[in-house]
């Protein structure tokens, strides 16, 4: 992993891993609820681009009834992404997979082979708020013997798996799902419980992979402060995160 050298408060060399791929945001304009814009779209690559990214895998969602996208949709969005990106001069590789909420959709999609994936093999997935859904460890084994690897987007999002010790985290883990923390839920901006669950996954070292989850700028304004915080800067730091492999 590349090391940037910086002064901290005491002046003493500390060193800032650098966060190169990012594999979670919303900035195909108009096709969910992030980015409605070409220009939003750009504004906030360009400003994901300051952090230091060099690589975006953008995952528009994909609920059944909510944000009907197919494949053919979100490779349309990021054609006009790439064709905007080029006449900017912004410096970046765009690549689209998909954000796909739990539901009977993703099942036929699995079954089908239609799933957009990243990196050839990862599928991203989030679940219910409110409540785990009783297929769950059926879908995640129909998966996983497609040679395909389940991640769970924002896991200490879902306060039904803040049990004692995390153990809903770590038979998810046993199961073969890596997790997918979001970069603002250590900085407190989701809630306090949240912001718990995630220093303790950190600690755990059973985050996977970082992501911006960025939806608009209020985001990227936050991000470049969850950059700097010690909890994230921690898990740049653990060879297990995934993120910079996937360049
Ligand atoms: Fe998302």
Redesign the pocket.
């Known amino acids: 992993m590349k090391i940037l050298s910086w002064f901290n408060r005491n002046n003493s060399v500390s060193t800032k891993p650098l966060l190169n791929v990012d594999i979670?945001?919303?900035l195909i304009p108009g096709i969910d609820d992030?980015a409605q814009s070409i220009d939003e779209s750009l504004r906030l690559i360009r400003g994901l681009c300051d952090l230091g990214y060099k690589k975006i895998i953008t995952?528009p969602?994909v609920m059944l009834g909510t944000y009907n996208n197919t494949p053919e949709i979100i490779y349309n969005g990021l054609q006009k992404i790439r064709e905007a990106i080029k006449s900017s001069g912004i410096q970046v590789e765009v690549e689209a997979a998909a954000?796909y909420y739990f539901d009977d959709h993703f099942i036929k999609q699995i079954s089908d082979q239609k799933l957009l994936l990243f990196s050839d093999k990862y599928v991203l997935f989030?679940l219910p708020v409110m409540f785990k859904p009783p297929q769950l460890e059926d879908v995640i084994f129909e998966i996983t013997t497609r040679n395909l690897i389940p991640v769970l987007?924002?896991p200490e999002r879902y306060l039904y798996m803040h049990t004692k010790g995390l153990d809903a985290y770590e038979k998810l883990k046993n199961r073969g799902v890596l997790l997918q923390l979001n970069l603002l839920s250590p900085i407190g901006y989701y809630s306090k419980p949240i912001q718990n669950v995630s220093k303790q996954l950190i600690k755990y070292g059973w985050i996977d992979l970082l992501?911006s989850?960025m939806?608009n700028e209020k985001h990227l304004h936050f991000s470049k402060r969850a950059l700097e915080d010690k909890h994230i800067i921690e898990l740049l730091n653990q060879p297990q995160l995934l993120n910079n492999k996937l360049i």
Do not use: I, L, P, W
Request: aromatic share 0%; no cysteine.
């Open positions: 979670h945001s919303h992030g995952t969602h954000e989030e987007a924002h992501g989850d939806h």
